[in-house]
Each structure stands twice: as C-alpha cells, then as structure tokens.
C-alpha cells in the first residue's frame, strides 16, 4: 500500500526518534572513524597502536553504515505506512547491533530503540465510513431494543364477527373491502 491509500497518515513520532537515533549513531560512527585516524597517526610505530586504531576505525565505519540504514528505515516509515511492523523490527535490530559499532553516544541508540518500538506497535487510526446525502441518511429510524425484532409490522386486529380475506402474499388477515394488504402492502386480488 503506498502512503496515499492512509492519507497523510504515519507514524509521525516513530519517523522522528528513529530519524534522530540513526543520524546520531552515524555521527558517532565519524566521530570514531575521526579519532581511529588520529590514534594511527599518535601511535605509528607501535604494532598494538596499529591494531587497536584499525579496530576503532573499523567500529566506526560499522557505525556509520548502522545510522545510515536506520535513517533509510525512518525514511520508509514515512513513505510507506502499511509496512511500519516491519521496518520498525528493522530499526530495533540495529539499534541494538549499533553498541557494537557507535551507539550514537548512547543517545542515539535509546532515540532509535524507542522509534523501532513505537513503529513496531502503530496502527493507522480508523478512518470513519463516509456518509452521502443529507445529515442523517442511511441511518436507521429509531434503535432497536433487545425486546424488538426487525419484522413487518404486525396487522391491525379485526373484530371478531368482521368479514375478512386473507392477504395472498404474506397471508395476514384483512378487512373483505380493503383493497391492499395491512401488513405488507401488496395489493389484494
């Protein structure tokens, strides 16, 4: 389902937080991709340095492509509002996949668990039936109670001695000079 069958509906404050969440655990993702290059560049000659920059440049590049992904997870919240299940699912998987890998100075990662959440749970609200025709139309003329049934309405007593006929449609009595059925309407023959 596109977003135009929801109308201007979507999980607005899900979008928001996974949004924010992502971008922070990207920036996270820099600011360590930043600080393994300036410990490369503090520790060069040391084999331990080396590996340990390496590895700080690595859990950064990992945070970086987390947040990304995340940030297109919130942009397809918005886009496509039928399927919010499952990109939410998405959002709170690498939420929890970004405190290997910059977790958007914790911030982040708490930004992105709460959006994955609340897209996981939304639901469209339902939108009322649209009515056409005057105020009113369409609805019924009074309520029925749990003592009333949806029937005809019942025929008019005769008194007794009163010649009578009965109605070859429906088969209620009737009044021998009346010319359609009291109960049913239909013409009497």
Known sequence: MSSSSYGSMFPSTAY???LIGGALIALAGVAGVLEGIFLQSFLDNLLPGEAISALVIGEGV???VLGAVIVYAALRLKSTPASTRTWGIVIIVLAFFSLFG???FFLGLILALLGGILAATWRPPVMPQPVYGPSGYGLPLYQPTPTSSWGPPAAP???PGT???FCSHCGSPNLATAQFCAKCGAPMS
Request: positive net charge.
């Open 157 to 159: 007593p005769l008194r």
């Open 102 to 104: 910059g977790d958007g």
């Open 163 to 165: 010649s009578q006929r």
């Open 62 to 64: 990992v945070g970086i």
């Open 16 to 18: 928001w937080l996974s």
